[in-house]
């Protein structure tokens, strides 16, 4: 019982969640649009990234299995 008196005092001294952003994308009253595609640096083509290695573009390499 005292838990529950306790926890009830608790949530009633609760704060209200913060404001959000004009632009955040979770604001209703953001631009419309916002979350239309994924951004510039997701989309194929638009970011080429030196560091990754190159994707093999020739035939597989030949696969033997070894008898035991």
Not at 9 to 36: E, F, I, K, S
Request: include cysteine; proline fraction near 13%.
């Amino acid at each position: 019982m005292r838990f529950a008196i306790a926890l009830l005092v608790a949530t009633g001294c609760a704060v209200d969640a913060p404001a959000l952003d004009a632009h955040h994308p979770a604001n209703p009253a953001a631009p419309t649009g916002r979350l239309a595609g994924s951004s510039p640096t997701l989309r194929p083509g638009v970011v080429d990234y030196q560091d990754v290695p190159a994707l093999r573009t020739g035939a597989p390499p030949v696969h033997h299995h070894h008898g035991s």
